[in-house]
């Protein structure tokens, strides 16, 4: 079942416990992926990589960035149906911005105006230059791309009715190292488990708090 924005946006919580015994439809994860790929970034720069984990064997993995500190997101992660490792780029070579244009050109964006090839990737240069040299912020940059994808998978999970929960609380380092991400140019960022609700998750009847729309709002 697919909600109105207005109703997910009200349904949607994050997810304290996960009824392990549910595990989401092909048709679900097939949207989801589809979610995620289909994020917009910055430029178009793509900037991300998905580690998701569907299996026992695949979730401990992720589970192994939830001991310590983190532990109180150890169960969540063995629980959910799936959990999805976000990776972002730590900086962007040639070779991925030839990728990115040559999808662009496959897709047939420059089909009519062939001239704006060479705008559009050097618009995604210029960008990413401003960055690096200007701002010397590249890498938290390319982590705000990871951000904007968090979030559409969160507002989607709604839309979908199925549970979610965002998780910055899991040692990046650990990650880093158990899928060999440095080697990759890639860093670990966050992490988002999805699945069904349980009966046990305190959370799930607890009243939603935003602030007042006059303090988050000015109309003009």
Known sequence: MQLSIQDALQRRYASKAFDAGKTLP??????????????PSSTNIQPWHFIVASTDEGKARIAKGATGSYGYNEAKILNASHVVLFCSRTSVDEAHLQKVLAAEDAAGRFKDYPQARDAAHNTRVSYHDFHKFEKKDVHHWLEKQIYLNMGALLLSAGLLDIDAVPMEGVNQEVLNAEF????????????????????ED?????????????????HI
């Not at 092909?26 to 994020?39: F, G, K, S, Y």
């Not at 305190?202 to 000015?218: D, I, M």
């Open 26 to 39: 092909d048709a679900v994860v097939r949207q989801i992926l589809d979610v995620l790929r289909w994020t």
């Open 180 to 199: 060999d991400l440095t080697s990759k140019d890639l860093v670990a960022v966050a992490a988002i488990a999805l699945g069904y609700r349980s009966d």
């Open 202 to 218: 305190f959370n799930a009847g607890l009243p939603k708090a935003r602030l007042a729309e006059e303090e988050v709002f000015t």
